[in-house]
């Protein structure tokens, strides 16, 4: 059943702006090694998501035909990597190229799509685009279609090698939004890492470094507060290490052969002249990586996937900012076409087998029926009897559209706060490779969406995907106290605890399909007549913030505990002082 893709399609890249460019990552897997302290990510979470909920009022359109269009439109070569999020454009093209009636003939638009797996390939395709266009207008256009958790880097990257023909010839997003991957990404390990996250310390997982998946491991350990060592080729007992597999293949081949490597053993930074061994003991991977660990081994559940982070990894398109300025008319004409695409392949399964057609012929790999399947997502036991679920992804209608860059209702702009949290993360963790990154602000144009959205309201009656929140929290995803600073003995919370609570915004942002628990704790000062009801009060000034930045209120619980739940002794002014907390939790 397992395909060979190239994992290279899916690979974050980390990159070092510098003089050099781009740090190509087999270059970057050679480098000289210097031991560096591992690190706690923070807590940044990304969203469990709803059951893809079918478009209100939409027409059944005729599936289209097999004949090659002639439209004689704008021709645009589109690079895109085997990602079943992007069903609704296989739809719209109508084929690998646009076929005779198909939404974007329907647009003078002749797409040919291209199977490119490669992430540096494609970079070194549109700097080449960028090139033959500033010497000759009429070249036909070049779009990539990234992962959007990697685009700070890959856009930071790729705007350095386009520095030298001038800003008009810069990379930009443009809202052309497919839509994202819905499970088939993820995280596997024991069980008991769901009971207990903490029995991750000292385990290792196997991974394509600095790609997507491993990224998921990134933010369900920041997610819990466990650090993470950054350097694959030494071992910290106190973090989670990350074995690099070779491909996302290798990852799970790894665990399944029961591969050992030696290490040098770290702590707090430091060599200690002392070697150990390790094994696999999880895996970073996606479809079919998963169905590998299923089938041959088993043992694994899921820890974290796109499921449950399902912003993570919204499909994002990239060209060059004169082509798409010069040609903004064909840009809209595809946003409309492709909302138009989402609604048929949310609503109708023959418009979705249709599609899973298309990734068949364009992937080469497989039949429309493996593809089927793996969009759509199942839950099958392992060789071990052990449920997992593989595969899953979602596509946007244009009202997902709008909502992703602040453009619907609620005015939150939630592919930024994805942007940002991961370029930060990437910072964080690869200082001297990534020192910062583009602004959101220069690397997305929305301009295009917004004029669809301003002239086509019928569009946005489709029905956006939406999430529906248990009464209360019943499983806890992660869990991470803070000390948000009050006023003596009351709930008024002092200002210099607004750029926390905003932060905690973002990240709540970003976590959209799981519910916000807001807990209050106190140290044992006093009596419960007075801690336990100041607790709450707490919890509810911190809840009303996030109100007021826009959560909605089925979102969020908030309860206080007094003095009941302390996570340390209250016997010195220190440990008092770390249990006067609130703590954020993010469950389902």
Same mark, same amino acid.
């Given at each position: 059943?397992?395909?060979?893709?190239?994992?290279?399609?899916?690979?974050?890249?980390? *990159? =070092?702006?510098? /003089?050099?460019?781009?740090?190509?990552?087999?270059?970057?897997?050679?480098?000289? &090694? @210097?031991?560096?302290?591992? *690190?706690?990510?923070?807590?940044?979470?990304?969203?469990?998501?709803?059951? /893809?909920?079918?478009?209100?009022?939409?027409?059944?359109?005729?599936?289209?035909?097999?004949?090659? =269009?002639?439209?004689?439109?704008? @021709?645009?070569?589109?690079?895109?990597?085997?990602?079943?999020? @992007?069903?609704?454009?296989?739809? =719209?093209?109508?084929?690998?190229?646009?076929?005779?009636?198909?939404?974007?003939? @329907?647009?003078?638009?002749?797409?040919?799509?291209?199977?490119?797996?490669?992430?540096?390939?494609?970079?070194?395709?549109?700097?080449?685009?960028?090139?033959?266009?500033?010497?000759?207008?009429?070249?036909? !256009?070049?779009?990539?279609?990234?992962?959007?958790?990697?685009?700070?880097?890959?856009?930071?990257?790729?705007?350095?090698?386009?520095?030298?023909?001038?800003?008009?010839?810069?990379?930009?997003?443009?809202?052309?939004?497919?839509?994202?991957?819905?499970?088939?990404?993820?995280?596997?390990?024991?069980?008991?890492?769901?009971?207990?996250?903490?029995?991750?310390?000292?385990?290792?997982?196997?991974?394509?470094?600095?790609?997507?998946?491993?990224?998921?491991?990134?933010?369900?350990?920041?997610?819990?507060?466990?650090?993470?060592?950054?350097?694959?080729?030494?071992?910290?007992?106190?973090?989670?290490?990350?074995?690099?597999?070779?491909?996302?293949?290798?990852?799970?081949?790894?665990?399944?052969?029961?591969?050992?490597?030696?290490?040098?053993?770290? /702590?707090?930074?430091?060599?200690?002249?002392?070697?150990?061994?390790?094994?696999?003991?999880?895996?970073?991977?996606?479809?079919?990586?998963?169905?590998?660990?299923?089938?041959?081994?088993?043992?694994?559940?899921?820890?974290?996937?796109?499921?449950?982070?399902?912003?993570?990894?919204?499909?994002?398109?990239?060209?060059?900012?004169?082509?798409?300025?010069?040609?903004?008319?064909?840009?809209?004409?595809?946003? +409309?076409?492709?909302?138009?695409?989402?609604?048929?392949?949310?609503?109708?399964?023959?418009?979705?087998?249709?599609?899973?057609?298309?990734?068949?012929?364009?992937?080469?790999?497989?039949?429309?029926?493996?593809?089927?399947?793996?969009?759509?997502?199942?839950?099958?036991?392992?060789?071990?009897?052990?449920?997992?679920?593989?595969?899953?992804?979602?596509?946007?209608?244009?009202?997902?559209?709008?909502?992703?860059?602040?453009?619907?209702?609620?005015?939150?702009?939630?592919?930024?706060?994805?942007?940002?949290?991961?370029?930060?993360?990437?910072?964080?963790?690869?200082?001297?490779?990534?020192?910062?990154?583009?602004?959101?602000?220069?690397?997305?144009?929305?301009?295009?969406?917004?004029?669809?959205?301003?002239?086509?309201?019928?569009?946005?009656?489709? &029905?956006? +995907?939406?999430?529906?929140?248990?009464?209360?929290?019943?499983?806890?995803?992660?869990?991470?106290?803070?000390?948000?600073?009050?006023?003596?003995?009351?709930?008024?919370?002092?200002?210099?605890?607004?750029?926390?609570?905003?932060? +905690?915004?973002?990240?709540?942002? *970003?976590?959209? !399909?799981?519910?916000?628990?807001?807990?209050?704790?106190?140290?044992?000062? !006093?009596?419960? /007549?007075?801690?336990?009801?100041?607790?709450?009060?707490?919890?509810?000034?911190? &809840?009303?913030?996030?109100?007021?930045?826009?959560?909605?209120?089925?979102?969020?619980?908030?309860?206080?505990?007094?003095?009941?739940?302390?996570?340390?002794?209250?016997?010195?002014?220190?440990?008092?002082?770390?249990?006067?907390?609130?703590?954020?939790?993010?469950?389902?």
């Amino acid at each position: 059943m397992a395909i060979k893709l190239k994992p290279a399609g899916k690979i974050f890249i980390i *990159v =070092a702006v510098v /003089a050099a460019g781009i740090l190509a990552v087999r270059w970057y897997q050679n480098r000289p &090694k @210097q031991v560096v302290e591992s *690190v706690e990510l923070g807590k940044v979470v990304l969203p469990d998501a709803p059951e /893809a909920s079918l478009s209100n009022n939409a027409v059944k359109l005729p599936i289209p035909g097999n004949t090659v =269009a002639s439209n004689g439109g704008t @021709q645009i070569s589109w690079l895109r990597m085997a990602w079943n999020s @992007q069903f609704s454009g296989y739809y =719209a093209n109508g084929g690998v190229r646009t076929t005779k009636g198909s939404l974007f003939d @329907q647009m003078k638009l002749d797409v040919t799509y291209t199977r490119q797996d490669d992430c540096n390939k494609q970079m070194a395709d549109l700097v080449k685009f960028a090139q033959d266009y500033k010497s000759n207008p009429s070249t036909p !256009g070049v779009f990539i279609t990234f992962m959007g958790d990697g685009m700070p880097a890959f856009m930071t990257s790729l705007s350095k090698e386009l520095e030298a023909l001038g800003t008009e010839y810069q990379p930009v997003i443009i809202p052309v939004t497919h839509g994202k991957s819905f499970g088939e990404d993820q995280v596997m390990g024991p069980q008991q890492w769901k009971v207990d996250p903490k029995s991750a310390i000292g385990k290792c997982v196997a991974g394509v470094l600095r790609d997507g998946d491993i990224n998921i491991l990134l933010k369900w350990a920041g997610d819990n507060g466990l650090k993470v060592n950054p350097d694959e080729t030494t071992y910290d007992a106190a973090a989670v290490n990350i074995i690099a597999a070779n491909d996302f293949l290798d990852a799970p081949n790894k665990y399944i052969a029961g591969y050992t490597e030696s290490r040098k053993i770290v /702590a707090n930074g430091k060599t200690t002249g002392k070697d150990t061994t390790v094994g696999v003991d999880a895996v970073a991977t996606w479809t079919p990586g998963d169905v590998n660990v299923a089938v041959k081994k088993g043992g694994l559940v899921t820890i974290a996937s796109t499921k449950q982070y399902a912003s993570q990894m919204s499909n994002q398109t990239i060209t060059i900012r004169k082509w798409a300025n010069d040609h903004r008319t064909d840009v809209e004409n595809i946003i +409309i076409a492709l909302a138009q695409a989402g609604d048929q392949v949310r609503s109708f399964n023959d418009a979705k087998a249709f599609a899973a057609k298309v990734s068949a012929e364009l992937y080469n790999e497989q039949d429309a029926a493996y593809w089927l399947k793996y969009f759509n997502g199942v839950e099958e036991k392992d060789i071990q009897g052990l449920k997992v679920n593989l595969g899953g992804s979602a596509v946007f209608n244009l009202q997902d559209m709008a909502n992703t860059y602040g453009l619907g209702n609620d005015k939150i702009d939630r592919y930024k706060a994805v942007y940002n949290t991961f370029g930060n993360l990437m910072v964080k963790m690869y200082p001297a490779l990534m020192p910062s990154f583009m602004p959101y602000e220069k690397a997305v144009d929305k301009s295009f969406l917004f004029s669809v959205i301003s002239n086509h309201p019928e569009l946005l009656e489709g &029905k956006a +995907i939406e999430t529906k929140y248990a009464p209360e929290i019943t499983s806890e995803v992660s869990s991470k106290s803070y000390s948000i600073e009050f006023e003596t003995g009351s709930a008024v919370i002092r200002t210099s605890s607004y750029k926390l609570l905003d932060e +905690i915004f973002e990240s709540a942002v *970003v976590a959209e !399909g799981l519910k916000v628990g807001v807990y209050g704790h106190t140290d044992n000062s !006093g009596s419960d /007549a007075v801690n336990v009801p100041l607790s709450e009060k707490r919890a509810n000034a911190v &809840k009303d913030y996030l109100l007021k930045k826009g959560l909605i209120a089925s979102r969020l619980e908030a309860k206080g505990y007094g003095a009941a739940k302390p996570l340390v002794s209250n016997d010195t002014e220190a440990g008092r002082s770390q249990n006067r907390r609130v703590e954020i939790v993010l469950g389902e």
